[in-house]
């Protein structure tokens, strides 16, 4: 039974470029979350989806980033315009359903902007 | 601020010794959760102790929770190298929303 799946697993961009990252959830999961990691830094939680429905994005910024979860096919964080501080891991979970306790992590994407 | 701080930021053990991190959080939890990380990888689930709970045991693992004090130890006995990790406590504000602390690194010597 795969687990979360993200892709690519690291990412090289110019400044102004676009990223584009993909995950695919545990088989059976509905809920996907994002969580970006900056360096030497814990994890921070960007946005929580469900199929077609973005349920809490209070932690993604205001601008350049967006997240899709379409009926068919993997979870998508976009972020345009890509600046240096957005070198990061990025990391997607996926659960169950909402009352899950535990949610599972993928091997994260690693983004360098240079 | 951060929901969860880890103590210390870092610590270095011989192989055999036990490894003690602690965590604090400020808010009340449904539960509290302990994540291990090898560098350059992805989080692996440790441990997950719900408020009611007040001691947790997994192989070499041992995890307290102490609400009245808002604070979590983990305790790995018997370290060995492969424990080489940063460690991280995640607490629930809402499910899936996890308030991740700094994380302690833990670096076992053999």
């Known amino acids: 039974n795969a687990g979360v799946m993200q892709n690519p697993r690291h990412l090289v961009r110019r400044r102004g470029q676009e990223a584009r990252l993909r995950c695919s959830p545990m088989?059976?999961?509905?809920?996907v979350y994002w969580y970006r990691q900056l360096p030497e830094e814990g994890l921070k939680f960007m946005v929580y989806?469900?199929?077609?429905?973005?349920?809490?994005e209070s932690g993604m910024p205001k601008e350049r980033f967006s997240a899709e979860f379409p009926k068919e096919g993997p979870s998508i964080l976009r972020i345009q315009q890509v600046v240096r501080g957005d070198s990061a891991a990025y990391f997607c979970?996926?659960?169950?359903?909402?009352?899950?306790?535990?949610?599972?992590f993928g091997e994260g994407s690693w983004l360098t902007v240079v | 601020s951060q929901q969860g701080e880890e103590d210390p930021q870092a610590l270095s053990i011989q192989e055999g010794e036990n490894a003690t991190m602690n965590c604090s959080y400020k808010t009340s939890i449904n539960n509290l959760q302990w994540y291990r990380q090898n560098s350059g990888r992805g989080l692996v689930h440790l441990i997950l102790?719900?408020?009611?709970?007040r001691e947790k045991h997994s192989g070499r693992l041992r995890v307290t929770l102490d609400t009245s004090k808002k604070s979590s130890s983990l305790l790995i006995t018997a370290s060995r190298a492969a424990d080489t990790a940063s460690y991280f406590c995640a607490t629930d504000e809402q499910a899936g929303k996890l308030i991740f602390g700094q994380g302690t690194t833990l670096q076992v010597k053999p």
């Open positions: 102790i719900r408020s009611n709970e």
């Open positions: 979970a996926s659960s169950q359903d909402l009352n899950s306790d535990t949610i599972y």
């Open positions: 989806l469900q199929k077609e429905n973005i349920i809490d």
């Open positions: 088989k059976g999961h509905s809920h």
